[in-house]
């Protein structure tokens, strides 16, 4: 399975620190994509990340890729309580498609 | 742009009953995700389609549980007959681009979600 698995489960921050969470796969990957799920939502992309880039930035946002290592980190910046969220990352490769991990869910207290 | 639609939002019914929910993606996108997300998971793919032919439905229930989407625009999902497990959020998800990532950029546009609770 190319299942992605994000680390920590569960995130508690205080607001205007920094966040990170993780995603481990099994399987070569075409791109992997970050998403973010507020309570009673669909989820929404976030960024995305193609298999020969190693590093990518949107906003507060900051996504490394290891190919090597099968990881990926989503780094939040001076986090504020509207990111209080499920962070997903999905994976995908050609003619097979997107499998989302099971989450972490980030908790940014005021 | 307007965004994804799905309905109802919620639902209620015994075990054995049946439900069917439905989807109307971005207009113009040509494939279509339904995905079942149960509390505390991540989401799980049950059907793709690309225009009105099915890509992939190997995770879905096939004795419960059918999708279609006749006109290669608006699909429905049914469950028939519902069982406790299958208390879920059913997610519809569209992307612009062709099957699986081959595209290398297929980025997917999800639904509010419709919540169901088998009793």
């Known amino acids: 399975s190319q299942q992605g698995e994000e680390d920590p489960q569960a995130l508690s921050i205080q607001e205007g620190e920094n966040a990170t969470m993780n995603c481990s796969y099994k399987t070569s990957i075409n791109n992997l994509q970050w998403y973010r799920q507020n309570s009673g939502r669909g989820l929404v992309h976030l960024i995305l990340?193609?298999?020969?880039?190693r590093e990518k930035h949107s906003g507060r946002l900051r996504v490394t890729l290891d190919t090597s290592k099968k990881s990926s980190s989503l780094l939040i910046t001076a986090s504020r309580a509207a990111d209080t969220a499920s962070y997903f990352c999905?994976?995908?490769?050609?003619?097979?498609?997107?499998?989302f991990g099971p989450g972490t869910r980030l908790s940014v207290l005021p | 742009e307007a965004g994804v639609a799905q309905s109802p939002r919620y639902k209620i019914i015994e075990k054995r009953q049946s439900v069917a929910f439905w989807c109307n993606p971005i207009s113009g996108h040509a494939t279509l995700y339904w995905y079942q997300q149960i509390l505390g998971q991540g989401p799980k793919l049950l059907i793709q389609?690309?225009?009105?032919?099915?890509?992939?439905d190997s995770q879905l229930p096939k004795d419960r549980f059918s999708a279609e989407r006749l006109k290669g625009v608006d699909s429905t999902l049914k469950i028939q007959p519902a069982k406790l497990e299958d208390s879920a959020v059913y997610l519809c998800?569209?992307?612009?681009?062709?099957?699986?990532?081959?595209?290398?950029?297929?980025?997917?546009?999800f639904g509010a979600g419709s919540r169901l609770t088998v009793l």
């Open positions: 998800a569209s992307s612009s681009a062709g099957q699986g990532a081959r595209s290398g950029s297929n980025v997917l546009t």
């Open positions: 999905a994976t995908a490769n050609y003619g097979q498609n997107f499998v």
């Open positions: 389609f690309q225009n009105n032919g099915v890509v992939d």
């Open positions: 990340i193609r298999s020969n880039e």
